[in-house]
T-cell receptor, first 113, second 115 residues
Framework: AQTVTQSQPEMSVQEAETVTLSCTYDTSESNYYLFWYKQPPSRQMILVIRQEAYKQQNATENRFSVNFQKAAKSFSLKISDSQLGDTAMYFCAFIPGTYKYIFGTGTRLKVLA | NAGVMQNPRHLVRRRGQEARLRCSPMKGHSHVYWYRQLPEEGLKFMVYLQKENIIDESGMPKERFSAEFPKEGPSILRIQQVVRGDSAAYFC?????????????FGPGTRLTVL
């Protein structure tokens, strides 16, 4: 079965600190894409960062970076210099085939002032 | 370039009524996907459509749910005889092609509440 596991239902971090959200997945595919989405209270799904599985270099987008360990099937998200606007649900997802996203159950992140 | 549009944003129905959710993909996108998000869960794939064709409906409940993407007009997700368990957020996404390199762009979702 192709699954995504986010083992941290809730996390909190102080403003300006760094936090890491964990994600593991399971697939027999060799090539796929991985994503982190942010879902604020408005429920809009906002793409934070994406990683191509065949690329060894970890993706980075401003304060957001990933630690992609393909052999371990791990894809964690690091948020540096956390801001109040980062408060949201964060979903890890991947596409193991051609189009069907598989999502995790999410991590609720709260940034504290 | 406008993003994926969904309407209505909020829909309230009584048990037994019909719900019709609309999705207009981004310009130039011919692939549409519907996902459902139950409370406190991630999004779950329902159906994948191209113009006038259902490509994969493996995530759709067998009864009461149907989807279409006509040659003209938006994609429609239709739920007949709604029940309380249908209360969820329904997201539409679109892409210009298929293949995992083609990122899907999500609409803002329709939140369906069944009384």
């Amino acid at each position: 079965a192709q699954t995504v596991t986010q083992s941290q239902p809730e996390m909190s971090v102080q403003e300006a600190e760094t936090v890491t959200l964990s994600c593991t997945y399971d697939t027999s595919e060799s090539n796929y894409y991985l994503f982190w989405y942010k879902q604020p209270p408005s429920r809009q799904m906002i793409l934070v960062i994406r990683q191509e599985a065949y690329k060894q270099q970890n993706a980075t987008e401003n304060r957001f970076s990933v630690n992609f360990q393909k052999a371990a099937k791990s894809f964690s998200l690091k948020i540096s210099d956390s801001q109040l606007g980062d408060t949201a649900m964060y979903f890890c997802a991947f596409i193991p085939g051609t189009y069907k996203y598989i999502f995790g159950t999410g991590t609720r992140l709260k940034v504290l002032a | 370039n406008a993003g994926v549009m969904q309407n209505p944003r909020h829909l309230v129905r009584r048990r037994g009524q019909e719900a019709r959710l609309r999705c207009s993909p981004m310009k130039g996108h011919s692939h549409v996907y519907w996902y459902r998000q139950l409370p406190e869960e991630g999004l779950k794939f329902m159906v994948y459509l191209q113009k006038e064709n259902i490509i994969d409906e493996s995530g759709m409940p067998k009864e009461r749910f149907s989807a279409e993407f006509p040659k003209e007009g938006p994609s429609i997700l239709r739920i007949q005889q709604v029940v309380r368990g249908d209360s969820a957020a329904y997201f539409c996404a679109s892409s210009p092609g298929t293949g995992s390199a083609n990122e899907q762009f999500f609409g803002p979702g329709t939140r369906l509440t069944v009384l």
